[in-house]
């Protein structure tokens, strides 16, 4: 079964500055997509950015980008120009091509220092 | 804003009741999913339904069911309900599309279930 490792419970950052969130994740499959979401303290899941696994340029949305590395199974986040309404919990989702069962990770929760 | 609507935003019942959560996915996505938010077993996926037949299930108990009617919206009925079962479910939907398209799910705001 595919399983989805975000290893930091918990990140902070300064305001304006980078910060990068891992995920890992086991799978034996080929085709496959990625998602981070974001939860900010309104419990809503919003999706940040996704990521074909066949594609190898990495994703990008505005602020947000990804370091997707196939081979080594990772999907990291990085947020630039950080902003206090970045704070939120960070989910990372591994998704099969062949079917729709969505595998979340435990989250990052990232703090925000003004 | 996402799209997806779902009513009740919360919900507190006791031990033993029976309670439905209702879902109405975005105009045009044929698909809803289902997902348990705990604080000890985090965001798991329960079922999916497309187009009123159920597509995929996950760990969803046997105490718990769900539908999908003709006019795309979704219910999940939870009955014989214990401390554990208090959550927030979050229903999500989709297109579904065929190919190699990414499929993305838009969430709902989930409603909060606490069991007394």
């Known amino acids: 079964a595919q399983t989805v490792t975000q290893s930091q419970p918990e990140m902070s950052v300064q305001e304006a500055e980078t910060v990068t969130l891992s995920c890992t994740y086991d799978t034996s499959e080929s085709d496959y997509y990625l998602f981070w979401y974001k939860q900010p303290p309104s419990r809503q899941m919003i999706l940040v950015i996704r990521?074909?696994?066949?594609?190898?340029q990495n994703a990008t949305e505005n602020r947000f980008s990804v370091n997707f590395q196939k081979a080594a199974k990772s999907f990291s986040l990085k947020i630039s120009d950080s902003q206090l309404g970045d704070a939120a919990m960070y989910f990372c989702a591994y998704r099969s091509a062949d079917n729709n069962d969505m595998r979340f990770g435990a989250g990052t929760r990232l703090t925000v220092k003004p | 804003d996402s799209g997806v609507t779902q009513t009740p935003k919360h919900l507190i019942t006791a031990t033993g009741q029976r309670v439905t959560l209702r879902c109405s996915p975005r105009?045009?996505?044929?698909?809803v999913y289902w997902y348990q938010q705990s604080l000890d077993q985090g965001l798991q996926f329960l079922i999916q339904?497309?187009?009123?037949?159920?597509?995929a299930k996950g760990n969803i108990l046997e105490r718990f069911s769900a539908q999908q009617f003709p006019d795309l919206h979704s219910e999940l009925n939870l009955s014989s309900l214990e401390l554990g079962d208090s959550a927030l479910y979050f229903c999500a939907s989709s297109v579904t599309t065929s190919g190699r398209a990414i499929d993305t799910q838009y969430f709902g705001p989930g409603t909060r279930l606490t069991v007394l």
């Open positions: 105009s045009g996505d044929l698909s």
């Open positions: 339904y497309y187009n009123g037949e159920e597509r």
């Open positions: 990521q074909e696994a066949y594609k190898q």
